[in-house]
């Protein structure tokens, strides 16, 4: 049969003029265009479909999420390559700008998915694997992320107001320029991750590992990182006034032109910090490790209760790092 032909029946089928033809045999040698054009047609197949071989699927047959009588767009295959860890089959899925508001999104696998500037407000993503996802421009204001894992994750300019991200795993994330403000960081994974000039006002980051992260520029306003690991972190021109530091480990941290008005520094490990040049009304106790003699550091400060004192309390000569 020539194709002209195949192709008028074709569009005849289509328009209900005349029933569709019925091939005799399509033989293995017919191309896969030739008999999913068939299939269309309605015609009745004389012969047992098979799978289209990978290079039809990805080359022939078009790229991914195009339809083809095998396989329909967009959808996973059954055979779930994470059966346990993913109700949701949407790996590599694109959902660009995507409405997922209060969506159930629990154990999820939303690997490598593109949820730019999508709408996840107060969705429940709590233990999902958002490895390598594209969230930038997401919205995530009050989304529960606990546990969840976001390795690699682009959270560029993301809003992540008010989220729980208790236990989170953020190995070199990159959530530049996010809004983290009053966001639940508590014993949160951070290693490595990008906060350049996140916003992370009050922000809870008790026991945080945010060991070799960068948060130069960043807003830490009254940011509780009790305990935290903050070590090789750069925190170079941030802003912690009246964030709360006591217990971290800041050893080796620079935080050079870092504005620390009123921070807490009690029970802090020092070592070989860089610090800014001066560091007015700043807390410590005896148990502050400085790295140094804190002979200087006592004598212009003032002992506000038994083994805790206030550097550079108001009225005071400004003192500078030893």
Do not use: C
Request: aromatic residues 4%; charged residues 20%; hydrophobic residues 35%.
């Amino acid at each position: 049969m020539k194709f002209h032909k195949f192709a008028y029946q074709y569009l005849v089928a289509l328009a209900g003029a005349t029933p569709a033809f019925t091939p005799t045999v399509v033989e293995e040698t017919r191309g896969f265009g030739y008999r999913y054009l068939a299939a269309l047609a309605g015609a009745t197949l004389a012969y047992t479909p098979r799978l289209p071989s990978n290079d039809e699927f990805h080359g022939r047959a078009g790229v991914i999420g195009t339809e083809t009588p095998d396989q329909p767009a967009n959808r996973t295959p059954k055979t779930d390559r994470h059966p346990k860890s993913a109700p949701h089959p949407w790996h590599e899925t694109d959902l660009i700008g995507a409405d997922l508001t209060r969506a159930d999104l629990r154990n999820a696998d939303l690997t490598r998915v593109n949820l730019t500037n999508a709408d996840l407000g107060d969705a429940d993503l709590t233990d999902a694997d958002l490895t390598n996802a594209d969230l930038t421009r997401a919205n995530l204001r009050n989304a529960d992320l606990t546990r969840a894992n976001l390795t690699n994750a682009d959270l560029g300019d993301a809003d992540l107001t008010d989220a729980d991200l208790t236990n989170a795993d953020l190995t070199n994330a990159k959530p530049t320029y996010a809004k983290l403000h009053n966001a639940n960081l508590t014993s949160a994974q951070l290693i490595g991750a990008n906060l350049n000039r996140a916003n992370l006002t009050r922000a809870q980051l008790t026991g945080a590992d945010l060991t070799g992260a960068d948060l130069t520029d960043s807003n830490l306003i009254r940011a509780n990182l009790t305990g935290a690991r903050l070590i090789r972190t750069d925190l170079s021109r941030a802003s912690l006034i009246g964030a709360d530091l006591s217990g971290a480990n800041l050893s080796d941290a620079n935080l050079t032109g870092t504005h620390l008005t009123g921070i807490n520094l009690r029970g802090a490990n020092l070592t070989d910090t860089h610090l800014p040049d001066d560091l007015p009304e700043v807390k410590w106790s005896d148990e502050t490790e400085w790295g140094s003699s804190t002979e200087e550091i006592r004598a212009h400060s003032i002992e506000e209760s038994p083994g805790h004192y206030i550097l550079n309390p108001r009225g005071r000569q400004a003192f500078s790092e030893v």
